[in-house]
């Protein structure tokens, strides 16, 4: 399980994060969500080591992060947005450099994994497309066999077809106890996956729901016209999406687009919701 504890973090002087709380439990695809500049992939790389809090704690079972101890780094893998990878090598090449320090690694997952993206794995990476190199990662990263899998936009550089491979693959692999986080703007593209869902605004947590915990707060509409008193209203062709509170325990679906807009734009009144 991962911990955060009243953690505070700041670049000189722009605060990031000021006395936050945070628990990722195994099991679940977490949803980190937020506009640019908010700390999101700053909170992965506390995360996995390579930033230092300034107060408070970041625990993964029970190991601090920053100190990077070799029964943590072995069992966690943290995917960024831009990946530098060595042109003249392949993906092959590229995961046997790293599968010497990740014991859980299955040669026989990785190659199911490159096929399941339609990359060749000895195929050189400049010979790629980007969207073929940023595949190759992804198959290389969820082969590795961790408990935890963090991941920065991984769904940049993808076209429409791998975006829905992407989306298959992570639902497999929830389902083995795995922790996983993804860090992203594109909030269409993880729709159906992510749950929980938090959404982070400067220095502080504005959500951290489940999505049941989200339809028995708030309900999703699509009407012909706004509807008085919605948290959230966009009109859409043919009708609109209203985000009201639920005061009659009715059913819906999840926009997160819809709820990211709603919660940006009602924040008091959401953390109240949600407390």
Request: glycine residues 6%.
């Amino acid at each position: 399980m991962i911990e955060i504890k009243n953690l505070d973090f700041s670049y000189k002087k722009t605060p990031v994060f000021h006395n936050i709380n945070l628990t990722f439990k195994p099991g679940c695809i977490y949803g980190l969500l937020g506009e640019n500049g908010v700390g999101k992939t700053t909170l992965l790389k506390i995360i996995s080591g390579l930033q230092e809090p300034q107060l408070g704690s970041c625990t993964v079972d029970g190991h601090v992060s920053f100190t990077r101890e070799p029964e943590f780094l072995q069992n966690i893998v943290f995917l960024p947005d831009e990946v530098t990878v060595p042109e003249d090598e392949t993906p092959m090449k590229y995961i046997k450099s790293l599968a010497p320090f990740y014991p859980n690694y299955a040669y026989g997952t990785f190659l199911h994994l490159m096929q399941e993206m339609e990359v060749e794995p000895e195929k050189k990476f400049r010979e790629m497309s980007y969207g073929q190199q940023k595949k190759s990662l992804i198959a290389c990263t969820l082969s590795l066999g961790t408990d935890y899998v963090l991941l920065d936009e991984p769904t940049n550089g993808l076209d429409i077809p791998s975006k829905a491979d992407f989306r298959t693959l992570l639902s497999k692999r929830s389902t083995e106890g795995t922790t996983i986080i993804i860090s992203t703007h594109q909030v269409k593209d993880v729709e159906n996956l992510i749950d929980p869902i938090i959404i982070l605004t400067h220095d502080d947590v504005l959500l951290n729901a489940t999505i049941d915990q989200v339809t028995s707060k708030l309900t999703f509409s699509y009407d012909t016209a706004p509807v008085d008193g919605a948290l959230y209203s966009e009109q859409m062709p043919g009708g609109c999406m209203n985000v009201c509170v639920n005061n009659d325990g009715s059913e819906s679906k999840v926009n997160i687009e819809a709820l990211f807009n709603a919660v940006l734009r009602n924040k008091n009144l959401i953390k109240e919701l949600f407390k």
